[in-house]
């Protein structure tokens, strides 16, 4: 085969054993890799409970992992929320990707739960279990190889029971959402290491080179990539100036959409002030990740969520919020956002020791941290006050008000695992332009463009290639590079169909555990209260029957019935 191995490990850690399965090819052309084939393993045990020993943790390459195409260090990890219940992915960056790939797998299975605390140990086809006792409680930063493995590891805050616990790759690339690091816990297994010292086989190389240079070209064209004041130049905090200037920034737990200390707490100011560098996924010309002599620089999300949304004004808090997230294996969106909730309850603000000594109690289940641990919906609703838990099926929205992008309040109701800007991600053509502007303050043709939107992602996450390189480029140049790499003859069209095919599979694994309309909405706050309005700009509520309107109408493109559920003749359409 070429870009796929044809070969997946399956571990089970309750006997010790572990086995090789090669799937049949038609099956890596109907699914592609990725978060379609982890989807494919995870579907007939998606009704488990996420702490089950059968059910499966999967961490899946993709056929263009490991290859000279753009980008191609990512990967998926794939499981069930133990926040939400739901499906749950995590496309993941680093170098662990193309290792798994390079030690001849596309793919690594992990069932079961071990007698004591122990570790996988992958070194191309030699697999190892060994004793990991001696590692309980260490920090994210206590387990690194260097050299030519990489590492996915959790740390205390899943050993302790937080719900939104992610998995680390190589040290600071999070697999955050949802808590799949909760899952690995549930398992006694500490880390994932694995070294490759194989190559990947593709068809035409000089395919996949046409296809590079032809990506390449449009990425350099872009401002938002590689402009001045674009994400390859400033990171992903190249969007906080965007958030703030367009009012729609979570403030004060998204009671407003503006933060007056904004202009103090940018990305310029991440870079003045610590004198960053730029670093990023294996192969990836666009090196988004920022670092500095003070430690790995927060992503937008972290940056605004733990200023804006908590009314943080305090930089340094913010760089040492997100030192404690990666140390102890938390998601930012998740822990920042419960923390904006119990301010709302409390009618308090903390000082930023006051924040900063809550999130250790958080990871360590300490004090208060032992209900806050379970993220804001639980505990919202334990305290009487769920409309204070910004949340969409119990995941925490992440940095952009939907009350300032229509169809980013409709991509957070459908998504497959909750409140989830990456699903769709509207903020694409609403804010950025591409690859056309839209009315953000209009629901009008959204139902569709969400629905494509999360077609063509699901099949970007199955390739699996980065998202950032979409604001350039397309599937038509993205299927290129496919046909390069296993030389299977595949059409933009043909990658659509697949991703539409995978997502409604993800629907439909979450309507067996009892997910409908009913999860598919809002809080209630973005129908009834304004945001922050000024200089021109109009935040107003939702007008909730548009809404509605806008949510039945993705229903019938999806393919759902009114209810949100899927109809037996679009699976076996799709054949599901």
Known sequence: ????????????????????????????????????LAGHYFFDRAGLAFDDPDMPL??????LTGTSSPAPGRMTVMSRSPLTGTVCDASVGGRLG?????????????????????????????????????LRGAKTSEIAFGGD??????????????????IVVDGHYCAGRGGLGMVMAAKRL?????????????????EIARAREEIDRLVAASPALRGELGIGEFGTGALYDLMHARRMMPTDNFRRTRFSAAGDMNAYRYRTRYDTSKTGCAGCAILCKKSSERGIIPEFETMSHFSALILNEDIDAIMEANRICNETGMDTISAASTIACWQEIEGTRLSPPEMLALLED???????????????????????????SMSVKGLELPAYDPRGAYGMALAYTTST??????????????????????????????ARIVKIAEDMNAAVDSLTACKFLFFAASLEEFSRALNGATGVRTSAQ?????????????RVMNSRNGFSSAEDDLPGRFFLEPGTGGDGIDIRPIDRAVFLRARADYYRIRGLDPDGMPLPQKCSELGI
Not at 58 to 63: E, I, M, V
Not at 494 to 506: Q, S, T, V
């Open 362 to 388: 958080i990871a360590f289940s300490r004090n208060l941290g032992s209900e806050l641990k379970h993220g804001s919906r639980r505990y919202s609703v334990a305290k009487g006050q769920p409309e204070t």
């Open 417 to 446: 695992r909750g409140g989830c800007h990456l699903r769709g991600y509207p903020v694409a053509h609403e804010i950025l332009r591409k690859p056309v502007a839209t009315d953000r303050f209009s629901f009008e043709g959204k």
């Open 98 to 134: 193309t290792r798994i790939k390079r030690a001849g797998w596309d793919g690594i299975i992990i069932t079961g739960r071990a007698p004591s605390w122990c570790a996988l140990e992958v070194r191309d086809d030699v697999v190892r279990i060994v004793d990991a006792e001696a």
């Open 494 to 506: 043909d990658l659509l169909r697949a991703g539409e095919r995978i997502y409604y599979r993800e």
């Open 58 to 63: 999967l961490f899946f390459t993709g056929p």
């Open 1 to 36: 085969m070429h870009g796929w191995t044809g070969k997946v490990l399956i571990v089970d850690l309750s006997n010790g054993t572990h086995m090789v399965q090669r799937p049949e090819k038609t099956l890596y052309e109907t699914c592609i890799g990725g978060r379609g």
């Open 149 to 166: 493995t990489s590492t996915a590891v959790i740390g205390p805050a899943a050993e302790n029971g937080v719900r939104f616990a992610g």
């Open 190 to 206: 500490k880390y994932l290491s694995v070294t490759g010292s194989g190559s990947v086989s593709v068809f035409d190389r000089d």
